[in-house]
């Protein structure tokens, strides 16, 4: 009997090593658990925002885009925590708080300051960790906050890491009561190592829409796709399906000025597509595509000139590449997030389980060349 308690001992501390070694040995785990626990907390956030949001709660950019209170509280929620756990990460993040430090925005301010502080404040959860400056008594400061906002600033580039962040993406589909989703993801030399895409108005069994709602979409680069529920429970490794040419349906943009609907359906035309395109904003288009809701994604551009935003499409490539796709632009090139704040080398977005996308960016370029054809006759 001596001898048990020391072999148990050894046993427990080799399990409980090795596990952790485990845990350790994939690619940024850490950043993970923390990235999933920063988006919980910002979509609990935003979804208790929704239900109170009065007008004056929004604005509208130069951009003539509208930014919500939730926006802003977010983007400071996921800021601080990454801020408390990597100091030194740089984050590309769209919003900015420059209207926030006038004057004029002290009342928005408040509200923003309330909300992040609940936000923070809430009990620990599960895969919650304190020394991300979350918890009740993490109360912060209206300059921390605002500062928070500003840490999103950076302006991208080729190397080292960085954070995107898209407090809601879909501002839109998030004010109309539809789709929206808080987007957070890593990149490394300009190659996207982890997507997390929180998605708190999509039913978690796409077979049952009216089923329970709040999905987190995560994917780690060279280490699978998943999907679970807001609270983290029932994890299921995502893989996009085989879909015959006869199945193929687009996901497309709600907002017609986001993405050319006549364009896709000149594309829909040439493949004999039958059926009707999926309007979804924000990222949960990604989600969706990856789980199989529909076949690809396109998003070809509508007006001269725009560039699409790294933190728009970051976490949604690694989600569609681990989950067995592929996404490239209009010309068949990988999207390059290592130009700066935007896909500045890209045109036009297509993603697509592999055999759909090899099909779909050949009519792509086909309705390319016809469009420029008819351009030249007139
Ligand atoms: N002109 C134009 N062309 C292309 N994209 C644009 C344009 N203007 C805005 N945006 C970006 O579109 C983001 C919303 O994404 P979606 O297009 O998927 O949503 S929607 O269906 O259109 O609402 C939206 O993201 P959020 O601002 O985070 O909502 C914008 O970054
Ligand atoms: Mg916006
Ligand atoms: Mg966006
Ligand atoms: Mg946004």
């Not at 990222?283 to 529909?294: D, P, S």
Request: proline residues 6%; negative net charge.
């Amino acid at each position: 009997m001596r001898h048990v308690r020391p072999v148990f001992c050894l046993l427990h501390r080799f399990y409980f090593q090795s596990s952790k070694a485990r845990a350790m040995s994939l690619p940024y785990e850490t950043e993970k658990q923390l990235a999933v626990a920063a988006v919980r907390r910002a979509c609990g956030l935003t979804s208790s925002v929704f239900n109170k949001l009065v007008k004056n709660e929004t604005l509208t950019k130069n951009d003539k885009s509208p930014v919500t209170v939730g926006d802003y509280a977010a983007q400071a929620v996921i800021s601080t925590m990454l801020y408390h756990a990597f100091p030194a990460d740089p984050i590309v993040g769209e919003e900015d708080a420059a209207e926030l430090r006038e004057e004029s925005g002290a009342g928005l301010r408040d509200r923003i300051v309330a909300l992040a502080n609940e936000a923070l404040t809430g009990e620990l959860g599960f895969g919650d960790n304190v020394e991300w400056g979350i918890g009740p008594g993490q109360e912060k400061t209206t300059a921390q906050l605002l500062d928070a906002i500003d840490r999103g600033n950076h302006p991208g580039g080729r190397s080292g890491r960085m954070w995107t962040i898209d407090p809601i993406d879909g501002t839109k589909g998030f004010l109309r009561g539809e789709q929206y989703a808080v987007c957070l993801s890593l990149i490394v030399d300009a190659q996207v190592q982890l997507g997390v895409i929180g998605c708190p108005n999509l039913p978690v069994d796409p077979s049952k829409p009216d089923s329970a709602r709040g999905v987190i979409f995560v994917a780690v680069k060279g280490h699978g796709a998943e999907q679970m529920t807001l609270s983290g429970a029932n994890p299921a490794p995502l893989r996009i399906p085989i879909f015959p040419p006869a199945e193929i349906n687009f996901l497309e943009s709600v907002e017609a000025a986001h993405s050319s609907h006549y364009f896709n359906a000149r594309v829909s035309s040439i493949l004999g597509i039958t059926h009707p395109p999926v309007r979804m904003d924000s990222q949960a288009k990604y989600g969706c595509l990856a789980r199989g809701e529909g076949a690809a994604y396109l998003r070809m551009p509508t007006v001269v000139g725009y560039k699409e935003k790294i933190w728009d499409h970051a976490p949604g490539v690694v989600l569609i590449e681990e989950a067995g796709g592929v996404v490239t632009d209009s010309r068949g090139l990988p999207l390059d997030f290592g130009l700066g704040r935007t896909l500045g080398g890209n045109f036009g977005v297509v993603a697509a389980g592999m055999d759909v996308h090899a099909l779909v960016l050949e009519a792509v370029q086909k309705a390319q060349a016809l469009e420029t054809g008819a351009k030249a006759k007139v």
